[in-house]
């Protein structure tokens, strides 16, 4: 099986950095995933680390150290349309030919003016 | 761009009603989904299927299944719906690179 834990909310101001934290457990692993949501929307992709390291899209980066069963995202230069949910993910193959990806209950981030 | 497509947005069942969930993709994808979204408990893996008529159980299949006889189409079946599976249900899908996942817009589903 597999559990990921993460902040249940976030505040920051515009402008500010945002850095939300994930760790995992997992019987097997294959990736930290990111995927945002805003509210009655439905979640849409955002980064993936597959091996150690940070990988940088924009304003946005994300971070895994697999040896800490860790990752994070770090959201720059925050802007009013980052208040949304922000959720890790990870794939956890159990068999060569399927696997699953398991989510993290998510991170409200709320960004005041 | 990717369509996932939920053919109900939002239905109120009543209990013990049999209800069908629909979802249809448009990327020929080999992978699909269905989630339930709940307040504080994130997004929980109901099955999933990795080709046709193949399915396997996710983290909460309890009181599920599902049904896929087309690449396309992935259903979702609540036999006798109760209370507790009042939720939105989320129908996802994904190519052979499975961390990028792509989502329907969501059904919500009241059973009073």
């Known amino acids: 099986g597999q559990s990921l834990e993460q902040p249940s909310e976030v505040t920051a101001v515009e402008g500010a950095i945002v850095q939300i934290n994930c760790t995992y457990q997992?019987?097997?692993?294959?990736?930290l995933s990111w995927y945002q949501q805003h509210d009655g929307g439905a979640p849409t992709f955002l980064s993936y680390?597959?091996?150690?390291g940070l990988e940088e899209t924009g304003r946005f980066s994300s971070f895994l150290s697999r040896s800490d069963s860790y990752g994070y995202l770090l959201l720059q230069e925050l802007q009013m349309k980052d208040s949304a949910s922000y959720f890790c993910?990870?794939?956890?193959?159990?068999?060569?030919?399927?696997?699953?990806?398991?989510f993290g209950a998510g991170t409200t981030v709320t960004v005041r003016a | 761009d990717v369509k996932v497509t939920q053919s109900s947005r939002y239905l109120v069942k009543r209990t013990g009603e049999k209800v069908f969930l629909e979802c249809v993709q448009d990327?020929?994808?080999?992978?699909m989904f269905w989630y339930r979204q709940d307040p504080g408990l994130g997004l929980r893996l109901i099955y999933f299927?990795?080709?046709?008529?193949?399915?396997e159980k996710g983290d909460i299949p309890e009181g599920y299944s599902v049904s896929r006889e087309k690449k396309e189409r992935f259903s979702l079946i609540l036999e006798s719906a109760s209370t507790n599976q009042t939720s939105m249900y989320l129908c996802?899908?994904?190519?052979?690179?499975?961390?990028?996942?792509?989502f329907g817009e969501g059904s919500w589903l009241t059973v009073v």
């Open positions: 996802a899908s994904s190519g052979s690179i499975v961390n990028t996942i792509y």
């Open positions: 997992t019987s097997g692993f294959y990736g």
């Open positions: 680390n597959g091996l150690d």
């Open positions: 993910a990870v794939r956890d193959l159990e068999r060569s030919n399927d696997y699953k990806l398991s």
């Open positions: 990327m020929d994808h080999e992978n």
């Open positions: 299927s990795y080709d046709v008529k193949m399915k």
